[in-house]
């Protein structure tokens, strides 16, 4: 009889997801974590990062509290962040969630084991000198920031998303590696605290090049670049060099040769699966050529028999609910119960930025990739009431659908555009008609009847519809 029904390695979201969805099932669970319970998403990653966010938000609404007619005594420009309390308030909120996080473990019954978990030979789990035997086990190790040959990351002046997602000083200048979604969260933070930023990306769109349509990632851009952010495509960066007053970037674009001197250079080039020390090849569990644990996309099982592995080290989009979704298919795997597949082309994915982004589906060029006979319809922020009231006019809802069929792709940029997507995932995973989400109400006024008019106007008829 073993120890336990499965045991969890990694209490990231994938891992700690997988235990209270099991437990919750009536399995008996152990969960396997080094002191870092919450994973990347609580302590560094997801919600640290939308604190900061949400700090910059606060600043930037008060400092212009004036176009709303608040006046204060003094100038509304005279707000600044103190970044030694920004961080302790984002702690308080990642402290708040982990010690959520234990109570709940511990009401479900799951065994929290400190420490570090691998496989031995027969795929069963050991931590130190204890070994635990189970039906089945659950890799949730997650991933750690990919480094540039040449940034030798220090922590101080060049950092990662680990630093400063938690930090408690900021740099007047900075410099940005990579232009993806942790690279425009925290230019997006940057720009509204102060610090002169510089973004450099390799691909030739700068914000966003991959994920979202083109159209909205330009309005990011724009709104970017109008705060003050330098957003540089194609560059091609070099090793920083040291000078008296800080590091000398230099980079290489379509335009020529540049060079920007900045106090710190954040790297953000994408994230590498975590699977050293794991005893991987021992067990038979085989990974790709960049590391990542290969599974089957259904049952998330890998190569070795009772092994499955969920999350950031596998090779799926790596966002923390994408990891809670493969966490309750590997665990009806395991019960025998048909997985809940995960489909991977209509996931839904938010950036946190200003103007938030948001996006489900196929863009317009990757229909256009696929020969789709399709069409294209927008909303703009501009002819919405709500926006208009919250001062926020900038970006649209644009849709893609199938020629008198269903919806292939929602993509968004303007207000609140991560709380519309929840009707719009539902939409595309249900594959609805356009003109069937239009005939829902939508509340007036509010910033989700962009959503029912761009929807609305697929059938020829419209209210206020602009085109
Ligand atoms: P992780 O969260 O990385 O957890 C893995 C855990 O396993 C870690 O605690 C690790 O220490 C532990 N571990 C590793 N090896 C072992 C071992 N041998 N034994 C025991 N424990 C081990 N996603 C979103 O969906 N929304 C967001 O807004 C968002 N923002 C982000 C912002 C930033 C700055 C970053 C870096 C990431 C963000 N992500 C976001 C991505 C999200 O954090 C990850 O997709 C998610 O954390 C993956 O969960 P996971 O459980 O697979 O791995
Ligand atoms: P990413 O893959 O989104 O972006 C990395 C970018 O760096 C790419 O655009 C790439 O072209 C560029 N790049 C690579 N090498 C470069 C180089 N040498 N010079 C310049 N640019 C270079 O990765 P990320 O932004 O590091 O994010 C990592 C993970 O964290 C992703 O899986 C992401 O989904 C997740 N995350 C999600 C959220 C969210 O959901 N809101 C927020 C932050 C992070």
């Known amino acids: 009889m073993s120890d336990f029904d499965i045991v969890v390695i990694g209490g990231g979201p994938g891992g700690y997801g997988a235990a209270l969805y099991a437990a919750s099932a009536g399995l008996k669970v152990a969960l396997v974590s080094d002191n870092d319970l919450g994973g990347t998403c609580l302590n560094r990653g997801c919600i640290p990062a939308k604190s900061l966010l949400q700090t910059a938000e606060v600043l930037r609404n008060a400092q212009h509290a004036g176009d709303f007619g608040i006046v204060p005594n003094a100038d509304p420009k005279g707000f600044k962040a103190d970044w030694k309390q920004v961080s302790r308030r984002t702690t308080g909120v990642v402290d708040k969630l982990v010690g959520g996080l234990g109570g709940l473990l511990k009401q479900r019954k799951v065994e929290v084991i400190n420490g570090h978990g691998q496989l031995d030979a027969n795929g069963q789990v050991k931590v130190g000198k204890r070994s635990l035997s189970s039906r089945a086990v659950i890799i949730a190790t997650g991933s750690q920031p990919k480094s540039i040959p040449g940034f030798a990351v220090d922590g101080k002046t060049i950092v990662t998303s680990d630093h400063t997602s938690r930090g408690d000083t900021l740099p007047k200048r900075i410099a940005i590696i990579g232009g993806g979604v942790i690279g425009v969260e925290f230019a997006s933070v940057y720009a509204d605290v102060g610090v002169e930023t510089t973004l450099l990306e390799a691909l030739p769109t700068a914000v966003l090049p991959v994920g979202p349509d083109e159209e909205i990632a330009k309005v990011l851009a724009k709104a970017l670049a109008k705060r003050g952010v330098k957003v540089l495509g194609g560059a091609r960066v070099s090793a920083p060099k040291k000078t008296a007053k800080g590091l000398q970037l230099d980079y290489e674009t379509a335009a020529g040769k540049g060079s920007v001197e900045v106090d710190q250079v954040l790297v953000a080039i994408g994230r590498a699966p975590v699977t050293e020390g794991l005893g991987l090849q021992a067990a ?117 659908a199938a020629k008198n069929g269903p919806l292939l792709g929602v993509h968004m940029v303007g207000p609140w555009v991560s709380e519309l997507l929840a009707e719009n995932y539902l939409a595309v995973n249900w594959q609805a008609l356009p003109g069937e989400v239009g005939a829902f109400i939508h509340p007036h006024p509010s910033l989700s009847e962009a959503v029912g008019e761009v929807m609305l106007s697929f059938t020829g008829r419209s209210l206020h519809y602009h085109g």
Not at 323 to 331: D, G, I, Q, S, T
Not at 358 to 380: N, P, Q, T
């Open 284 to 400: 038979g569990v085989q990974v790709d050529e960049r590391g990542f644990i290969k599974v089957d996309a259904t049952t998330l099982a890998t190569t070795c028999k009772g092994v499955y592995a969920i999350g950031d080290v596998i090779k799926t989009p790596g966002l923390a609910h994408v990891a809670y979704a493969e966490a309750v298919a590997a665990v009806q795997s395991i019960l025998g119960e048909r997985p809940t597949a995960v489909d991977y082309g209509r996931v839904p994915f938010v950036v946190y930025t200003h103007p938030e982004v948001a996006w489900v589906g196929m863009s317009e060029a990757e229909a256009k990739a696929a020969k789709l006979d399709f069409e294209v319809r927008k909303f703009r922020f501009a002819g919405n009431g709500r926006a208009m009231i919250l001062g926020e006019t900038d970006g649209m809802v644009k849709v893609i």
